[in-house]
């Protein structure tokens, strides 16, 4: 069975920066690629960011591109958002989902889910 388990939110001041990590277990982690989504309240979900099973494909949402940088570590199974220059749109609960073969930011053909990690963006 498959499992996601994201960590790294939490509440940062407006310029700020988090680290976000999605830890995976039970498959192997090169076989699947990752995409991280968000939900603010009141909002449908939104595609953040996705990178390939390999990781030598990315791709971002126009309103992070430049400032948030995903990468993987296949090796510890883990996925990382570094998030850089936070604004309080960037507020939400962040999920991480995986699906076999390529990365996508559209949330529906996702087969795995994690709980989701909550970012708050304040002063």
């Known amino acids: 069975q498959l499992q996601l388990v994201e960590s790294g939110g939490g509440l940062v001041q407006p310029g700020g920066s988090l680290r976000l990590s999605c830890a995976a277990s039970?498959?192997?982690?090169?076989?699947?690629?990752i995409g991280w989504f968000r939900q603010a309240p009141g909002k449908e979900y939104e595609g953040v960011s996705c990178?390939?099973?390999?990781?030598?494909?990315?791709n971002y949402t126009d309103s992070v591109k430049g400032r948030f940088t995903i990468s993987r570590d296949n090796a510890k199974s883990t996925v990382y958002l570094q998030m850089n220059n936070l604004k309080p749109e960037d507020t939400a609960v962040y999920y991480c989902?995986?699906?076999?073969?390529?990365?996508?930011?559209?949330?529906?053909?996702?087969?795995?889910w994690g709980q989701g990690t909550q970012v708050t963006v304040s002063s």
């Open positions: 990178i390939s099973p390999s990781g030598s494909r990315t």
């Open positions: 989902a995986a699906r076999a073969w390529g990365g996508s930011l559209v949330p529906d053909i996702y087969e795995y």
């Open positions: 039970g498959f192997h982690g090169d076989y699947y690629a």
